[in-house]
Nanobody, 125 residues
């Protein structure tokens, strides 16, 4: 069992930056692939970024590639999402997730077994 707790999001102006973190409980964190997803009001949850268990592979949605960076520190049981050049369309609730996505794909939310509670990120224009 893994419990995930995201850091507080926040309100930021367009063009600004924000770093989210997700702390995991349990000793098996280093064996899980980790992902970030987001859900805006009235929209479906969408993939943002993911990282393999050892950090060797990263994956990004086209809409955030070049602006967002996912990373992890297995010694701290934490995964990060650095968000730069934020846009109003990045406004959403952001969720971290843990699972074994190697089989069904890192972009597939069904690949993840554990989810955080979500944190609100609002980007003002």
């Amino acid at each position: 069992q893994v419990q995930l707790v995201e850091s507080a999001g926040g309100l930021v102006q367009a063009g600004g930056s924000l770093r989210l973190s997700c702390a995991a409980s349990g000793r098996t964190f280093s064996t899980y692939g980790m992902g970030w997803f987001r859900q805006a009001p009235g929209k479906e949850r969408e993939f943002v970024a993911a990282i393999s268990w050892n950090g060797g592979n990263t994956f990004y949605a086209r809409s955030v590639k070049g602006r967002f960076t996912i990373s992890r520190d297995n010694a701290k049981n934490t995964v990060y999402l650095q968000m730069n050049s934020l846009k109003p369309e990045d406004t959403a609730v952001y969720y971290c997730a843990a699972g074994d996505p190697a089989l069904r794909g890192y972009r597939n939310p069904d690949s993840y077994d554990y989810w955080g509670q979500g944190t609100q990120v609002t980007v003002s224009s």
